[in-house]
């Protein structure tokens, strides 16, 4: 590696929740998380820029029906998916996404066309314009687990306030989720960029805007850059990826940036969570939800922050 070259970091999540159900759960999701980070660290040792790796990463947490975002997203009340993606790119300080779009595979595709464009964020008829000058395959990410999930919802007259975070084969009453996924990445050149997907809340009323295509969501500079997940409305009331990067810009190291801005959202008794790292190479994350389906690669190991469950709103490994 040259004088020049810097070592990649990778964060990724696939939202926070209430609960995982039980061991198979939370072995089953690490499984998930793991093959895209090995994936994703691959391409970056072999040179990928950030927002290539962001993007490959993303697809692939869309791909798997597991997570709420392209294939296996939520159904919202009228029984519809409406997806939502964002990309920043730190480099050129752009944020580009697509909110509330249906009928196609990976959003954050989208996202990524619209980098270049004068218009960078689009809705949906917008949106779905662009599918078609893009000459994109419709594509249907309905899967049975969602649409029992939904099923049982209608039958209960949409009561729960949200769906599961992570589909599961056995619906349960108690993993209340905030499904969302976001990747966050360090190339070797030293260029950072975050990429987040969601299906929404599930069960939400139809034109309700996510956090994922926002700057509250999603944001990156040349500094550092931001992921969060859990309920957007809440997310977007602290403005939280926007704050921490922002804390970062000023001065602040990202671990100082991420525990001021958590303890303020736990004060506000929000529900969320939260992935970033910053140009020294320091990877954080946060929550004030129960879990965070998070996982990491610092260049030497890869970790995860499935079962961590010591009382602090965050951790963090430094650059
Ligand atoms: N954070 C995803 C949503 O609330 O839509």
Redesign the pocket.
Known sequence: MSAERVQPKLIIHGGAGSSLKGKGGVESVRKSLYRVIDEVYALLRSGATAQAAVIHGCQMLEDDPRF?AGTGSVLQSDGQIRM?AALMDGASQRFSGVINVSRVQNPITLARALQTSHDRVLSDHGAAELLRELELPAYDPLTEIRLQEWIQERQGNFSRE?AGVVAERELVEDTAG???IGVVVLDDQGCIAVGTS????GF?RIG?V???AMPA?NYATARAAVS??????D?IDECLAARIVVRVDDGQPLVSAFERSFREAHQHQRD?GAIGLDATGAIAWGKTSEVLLAAYHDGEKVGDTLEWDDGLLVGCLPG
């Open positions: 709420n939502s949200m905030r499904g969302t969601t299906g929404g809340k939400e309700r996510s956090d994922s969501g969060c997940t859990g309920i957007g409305e997310i969320l």
